[in-house]
């Protein structure tokens, strides 16, 4: 059994415990020491029956960690203990869990970093890896996290959506250190698609699929960024590709259209072109007219109007970006591309200076120079 | 040992290369310049010495706390005039000698025209959480 395997077997390990009568909190403890304990035996001596294993040692840690508590939880204990472990119903029904760690009155960090543990059953040192920050600051924000759900009802059905929004967040926070965030993303958003009908969550789960097919083309020698028109199409990922169109087209047939629906259909418009100049650029602003329906953020206006400027020309392009704040990122590199699709090469080496100063991350900072230094250049000769 | 290197946007001495800004580069030179900011992190990751790094945005403000209850007060974006930190890079050496050694080796990134841009970096030395033994 590889770690992927027995991280997936994480989140039913949580539900037998609390089932059994613990306390979420301690229960998500004392899974995480048996999954740290079983990543480190099982290599060398695998279990006959993984789970039954993971449970009886998480059991017992719930068990000793409530006994070294007891002054504190000596009722809690007793009736853990008295009840006699029912048989257990094989339906694994977690879904209860990803509300729970996706509840909306813990920060947005927090509830990444509880989902990626509850869930995804990574490792505290794993997250805190991902994420760039001390173990210990990673261990306490769980903590933290944990004690504010205290109350929290396990069984209430949330919002679909938040569970969406935060497994949207730990997909685009991609990769580093050795957990791939952006496959862990998909994963659990494929099971969360089992779990619930809201059309939505396919949407996700295709959006995430169809962006992932692109990853290899994304970046070249260096991490350096290679924006979409430039990318090599034969070397996106066609398998991902048709199961995201697939899964989209089984949740647009439901007819409840949504955000990440609409942006998935972006996205399969996009894999569909053979080159980019095949791109229908005119059923993109369609869609994006469709998001901006559900969804009115500057994000997507900015989007809409390199769309736009594409279908219509860029005097289109800058019609649509009437009325945004130009302080809000990447609305100097929108504007850098239109004056540059426009002819007015000086400003758009201007203004693609200036984005290179708003971008929010090194390799987007890196590209803007660049932008700015290839107009530059097209200005010499 | 252990030591910063602070690598100023303004407000170091003018630098010894080309000072032309990277938009007016070629591309060529932007990735040249970018590839060897990689490769020298990538040789002190190689040889221990490397401890981490990080870039940091223009935009910023000055903050200081104005009593209980009431919000904290900013002062910002900063004057143009002012010195600007562009981002920091900790190394632990053998020796200050090393440091500067590195530091130099930094500065001399490739600029415009392939050539090195011999830019100011600002090397202060951490100080240091134990005791010495012999105290």
Same mark, same amino acid.
């Given at each position: ?39 480190? %035996? ?5 279990? =006959? ?93 769980? %903590? ?64 995430? =699929? ?172 | ?9 303004? @407000?170091?001495? *003018?630098?010894? @290369?080309?000072? /032309?800004?990277? /938009?007016?580069?070629? $591309?060529?030179? &932007? ?8 490769? #020298?992190?990538?040789?002190?990751? /190689?040889?221990? /010495? #490397? ?6 945005? $223009?935009?910023?403000?000055? &903050? ?11 002062? @910002? ?9 562009? @981002? ?6 053998? +020796?200050?000698?090393?440091? &500067? ?6 500065? +001399? ?6 050539? $090195? ?5 600002? &090397? ?5 959480? *134990? ?5």
């Amino acid at each position: 059994m590889n770690e992927p395997q027995v991280r997936e077997l994480v989140p039913s390990v949580i539900a037998v415990l609390v089932r059994r009568g613990a306390d979420f909190p301690s229960a998500e403890d004392a899974v995480q020491e048996a999954l740290i304990r079983a990543l480190e %035996t099982w290599p060398r001596n695998p279990p =006959l029956d993984p789970k039954g294993w993971l449970i009886a040692a998480a059991w017992r840690k719930f068990l000793d960690a409530t006994r070294a508590d007891i002054s504190r939880k000596r009722r809690e204990l007793a009736a853990a203990i008295e009840a006699p472990p029912a048989p257990q119903p094989e339906t694994d029904d977690s879904l209860w869990l990803y509300f729970l760690c996706a509840n909306p009155m813990l920060p947005q960090d927090a509830a990444v970093a509880l989902t990626l543990r509850a869930i995804g059953g990574l490792t505290t040192k794993q997250i805190a890896q991902a994420h760039l920050v001390p173990e210990a600051t990673m261990a306490q924000r769980i %903590t933290r996290a944990k004690r504010r759900l205290a109350g929290q009802p396990l069984d209430q059905p949330g919002d679909v959506a938040t569970v969406l929004r935060i497994l949207y967040l730990v997909f685009n926070e991609g990769y580093s250190g050795d957990v791939d965030l952006a496959s862990e993303a998909i994963r659990l958003c494929r099971q969360l698609v089992t779990l619930t009908d809201d059309p939505e969550a396919a949407g996700l789960l295709s959006l995430m =699929l169809l962006h992932h097919a692109r990853r290899a083309s994304r970046t070249g020698s260096g991490s350096r960024l290679i924006p979409l028109a430039q990318q090599d199409r034969s070397r996106w990922d066609t398998t991902l590709i048709s199961e995201g169109v697939a899964v989209l087209q089984k949740a647009l047939a439901r007819d409840r259209l949504g955000e990440y629906q609409a942006q998935a259909a972006i996205a399969a418009l996009h894999a569909d072109a053979q080159t980019a100049a095949d791109t229908d650029w005119v059923q993109i602003v369609e869609w994006y007219d469709e998001l901006l329906q559900l969804t009115d953020n500057p994000v997507v206006r900015l989007n809409r109007a390199v769309a736009v400027a594409e279908a219509q020309g860029p005097r289109a392009g800058f019609d649509a970006l009437t009325g945004l704040d130009p302080e809000v990122p990447r609305y100097a590199a929108v504007a850098a591309y239109l004056h540059e699709r426009a002819g007015d090469l000086p400003r758009a080496v201007e203004l693609y200076g200036a984005a290179s100063r708003m971008a929010t991350s090194v390799p987007e900072r890196d590209h803007l120079t660049r932008e700015a230094a290839r107009v530059q250049q097209l200005l010499r000769s | 040992m252990k030591y910063l290197l602070l690598k100023h946007y303004r @407000g170091a001495p *003018t630098p010894a @290369g080309a000072a /032309e800004t990277m /938009e007016h580069w070629t $591309p060529a030179e &932007v990735d040249a310049h970018i590839q060897y900011m990689r490769d #020298f992190a990538a040789r002190l990751k /190689e040889t221990g /010495e #490397f401890v981490g790094s990080q870039a940091l945005a $223009p935009k910023g403000a000055w &903050v200081r706390g104005d009593g209980e209850g009431r919000p904290a007060v900013t002062d @910002g974006p900063f004057a143009e005039t002012k010195d600007l930190i562009a @981002g920091w890079m900790i190394i632990d050496v053998e +020796s200050w000698d090393r440091a &500067v050694e590195l530091a130099g080796e930094l500065s +001399s990134a490739p600029g415009a025209g392939s050539k $090195p841009i011999y830019e100011w970096l600002e &090397v202060r030395p951490v100080l240091t959480e *134990t005791p010495k033994a012999t105290e």
